[in-house]
């Protein structure tokens, strides 16, 4: 049973990523699903969340406008399209899903949410 974010690698400013979480062993059509980075340095920060069922995505400030949360239950996987990448938005990238008892169609970026955490993917944006 494990998360899996893949995707990440070396952008110049501007340009874009798609990150992918997967899920193996388990089903996450039924979670809600959350995204956060870490810089070096800094504490975990909660970038955007996914409710079941495509409950309506929450954005962090810092990046409303430029990442975009989606989900593909058939592939049980979900999606973080990240464009006009900053250097401030390097930093590790992890997904999350929370306990059951907790899912809702709405979700959460708050990290204290979730207690199940797949290993991240590195993303640096740097010219």
């Known amino acids: 049973v494990q998360l899996q974010a893949s995707g990440g690698g070396l952008v110049q400013p501007g340009g874009s990523l798609r990150l992918s979480c997967t899920a193996s062993?388990?089903?996450?059509?039924?979670?809600?699903v959350g995204w956060f980075r870490q810089a070096p340095g800094k504490g975990r920060e909660g970038v955007s969340c996914?409710?079941?069922?495509?409950?309506?995505?929450l954005y962090g400030d810092s990046v409303k406008g430029r990442f975009t949360i989606s989900r593909d239950d058939a592939k049980n996987t979900i999606y973080l399209q990240m464009d006009g990448l900053e250097p401030e938005d390097t930093a590790i990238y992890f997904c999350?899903?929370?306990?059951?008892?907790?899912?809702?169609?709405?979700?959460?970026?708050?990290?204290?949410?979730?207690?199940?955490w797949g290993q991240g993917t590195l993303v640096t944006v740097s010219s």
């Open positions: 999350a899903t929370p306990p059951l008892s907790l899912v809702s169609s709405s979700c959460s970026t708050q990290e204290h949410h979730y207690n199940f």
């Open positions: 062993g388990f089903t996450l059509a039924y979670y809600e």
């Open positions: 996914i409710g079941k069922d495509d409950g309506r995505p």
